[in-house]
């Protein structure tokens, strides 16, 4: 049978369903959401950040959402990279947000297909050099810093730039003889994070500084706290590219700790977060990511774990006051890591090994 007007009305059809297929994707509204999430009842974040400095921003959420709660997982961010692989290979049920300072490994994860898209206000406030794919996120501003003993070197010999630093190692060693420490980039996720992006940034300013810390005989460490106890004892003078987030935290009840930023330039990490592919709680995972990166749940992270909030519209009131002025005076020397393939090159297992080898050589004391 012939339908009258069939080639008009296939145009009609193939116009509408056109239309439909590249029209944007309708906003969810959030009280549906705020529901779905209720529904759910729960949040499950996997993360390396202490519970202890993240339980106000915890419990504020669950006072904005009520019937939401969050189940909190804390663990160390090679063991949590490790176990979002896993629980995907088994295909077990596991968490439905991953937050981590290791931001190599979470871009890995996330490139390698662990993560889903998520697009908000919230997201859309964020610095371009913070999101990759709008899958991952950055949620913090901390730059990577040196730390010292203020009764062990005086205002005047507190270097201030990596210039400076590698004068100050040249000029007088005997004090500073076994007594300088930075993380081991072999046993510290961060650490290799920090040494290569710092390598990237001033090659050659990097491996002279890495040869004059090894003169010395350096220290390396897994775990900022180590470092920071032993510059607070005293048992080292200073300590270089310290995670700057734990140093001022630390150094606002310790006035034995002083906190300098090199002045030519600064590393700034984020902590990343995004929103597993697979999670059981879709809606209550997008409440948790929007509530972190909200001006409100940003001030928190500032007041609470003395971070910088990574939004240029969010307001420091509560953070650390030095952390602060710095962040209003210093910016033009703050380089932030940009969220992005260029974190994979030393997942290269070739390549790190490479860097491994350079690392030892350049920090190996001269005698051995």
Do not use: C
Request: glycine letters at 6%; zero cysteines; hydrophobic letters at 45%.
């Amino acid at each position: 049978m012939r339908i009258r007007g069939g080639r008009a009305a296939l145009k009609t059809v193939l116009a509408v369903v056109a239309a439909v297929a590249i029209a944007p994707a309708r906003a969810e509204p959030i009280a549906d959401r705020f529901d779905q999430a209720r529904l759910e009842g729960v949040v499950v974040v996997y993360a390396a950040t202490d519970l202890a400095v993240v339980k106000p921003v915890i419990d504020d959420f669950e006072a904005l959402h009520p019937g939401v709660r969050v189940q909190y997982h804390d663990m160390h961010s090679a063991e949590l990279h490790a176990r979002v692989v896993d629980e995907a290979r088994r295909g077990l049920a596991g968490a439905d947000v991953v937050w981590s300072s290791a931001m190599d490994l979470q871009v890995k994860l996330v490139n390698d297909g662990h993560a889903q898209p998520h697009r908000s206000a919230e997201t859309a406030a964020l610095p371009r050099w913070a999101v990759w794919k709008d899958e991952a996120f950055g949620t913090t501003y901390e730059p990577a810093v040196i730390v010292y003993n203020k009764h062990l070197l005086g205002t005047t010999e507190v270097p201030d730039s990596h210039a400076e630093l590698i004068r100050l190692l040249d000029r007088d060693p005997a004090p500073l003889r076994g007594r300088i420490a930075t993380y081991d980039p072999e046993r510290s996720g961060l650490g290799l994070l920090l040494h290569t992006q710092d390598a990237q940034a001033n090659p050659i300013v990097f491996w002279q500084l890495a040869r004059g810390m090894g003169r010395q005989g350096l220290e390396q460490h897994a775990a900022s706290s180590e470092m920071l106890d032993r510059v607070a004892a005293g048992k080292l003078v200073l300590a270089y590219n310290v995670l700057g987030s734990y140093a001022h935290r630390r150094a606002r009840s310790d006035p034995a700790l002083g906190v300098a930023l090199p002045r030519d330039y600064t590393l700034v990490l984020s902590r990343v977060a995004f929103i597993v592919r697979g999670a059981r709680h879709p809606a209550a995972a997008r409440l948790w990511l929007d509530h972190l990166l909200s001006t409100r749940g940003q001030a928190l992270l500032a007041a609470n774990l003395g971070l910088l909030p990574v939004r240029t519209d969010a307001g420091t009131a509560g953070a650390d006051s030095a952390a602060a002025l710095l962040h209003h005076n210093l910016q033009h020397a703050f380089r932030p890591i940009r969220i992005g393939s260029g974190l994979l090159a030393y997942q290269d297992q070739a390549k790190k090994q490479a860097f491994l080898r350079q690392w030892d050589a350049a920090t190996r004391p001269a005698s051995e």
